[in-house]
């Protein structure tokens, strides 16, 4: 089962961008790349998940490289309520091994005024 | 409110006691999972239902965890005899019918205190 390493923290200013990166080098062919995070004392949130296109939705965009062990998730304008700890995961496609995605413990982003 | 809830958000108790926790997962989501989250560190996977059909379970969830989903919709999770390694966050999660791909949504999750 495909791990993933995230960096342990990361700034950003209010306003940036701010770029997550994440490395998948195992991930396998039938394997999504998942990101989501968590706010304090809350559930995570899921926040965009893809195969091996680059995806956007309205909170953020996913950028996956062409051999498909890294990615990077991208939230164009950080504002102060992005700061949380972001999750990269890779998940088996439907009905198989759900146990084996596993969260590690995430890149804490911390956006500064 | 359409999301995944728990009850209760807070659970104090002593040890040794059993401790019964309830996951309402999204309306028509035919999964649900169970993870526990101790601070610092991420979700951890426990087990994972597929209507009520309990599919998958993790060598974490020793013989004094039990959880169930009766009728395919609410899950609960007890622990029995609890202990103060299982003070912990429990986090619900669901997810629904896809072609082949399984976003789950989590709730607030129950957090334990064992005294």
Redesign the interface.
């Known amino acids: 089962d495909a791990k993933t390493t995230q960096p342990t923290s990361m700034d950003c200013a209010e306003g940036r961008a701010a770029n997550l990166p994440c490395n998948h080098s195992t991930i396998s062919g039938n394997e ?1 790349v ?1 990101w ?1 995070r968590q706010i304090h ?6 926040i965009i ?1 893809g195969l091996k296109n680059n995806e956007t939705n309205e909170m953020a965009s996913l950028i996956i490289t062409e051999d498909r062990k890294s990615s990077t998730l991208i939230l164009p304008h950080a504002t102060l309520r992005d700061t949380a ?1 972001y ?1 990269c995961i890779v ?1 088996p ?3 198989t ?10 890149t804490t982003l911390t956006v500064k005024p | 409110d359409t999301g ?1 809830s728990q009850n209760p958000r807070h659970k104090i108790t002593k040890r040794g006691q059993n401790v019964t926790f309830r996951c309402d997962p999204i309306s028509e989501h035919n ?1 649900l ?1 169970w993870y526990r989250q101790t601070l ?6 426990l ?2 239902f ?1 209507n009520e059909a309990q ?4 060598r974490l969830l020793s013989d004094r965890f039990s959880a169930e989903r009766p009728k395919g919709s609410f899950s609960t999770l007890e622990i029995q005899r609890t202990e103060q390694g299982d003070s912990a966050m429990y ?1 619900c ?1 669901s997810s629904g019918e ?12 129950t ?1 334990l205190t064992v005294l």
């Open positions: 999504y998942y989501y004392s809350q559930g995570p949130q899921y998940h700890v999750y998940r496609r439907l009905n091994n759900a146990g084996k995605s596993t969260f590690g413990d995430g | 995944v999964r999972y610092g560190q991420g979700p951890e996977f087990t994972y597929q599919l998958e379970k993790s986090l999660a896809t072609r082949d791909t399984d976003t789950q949504y989590f709730g607030p999750g957090r």
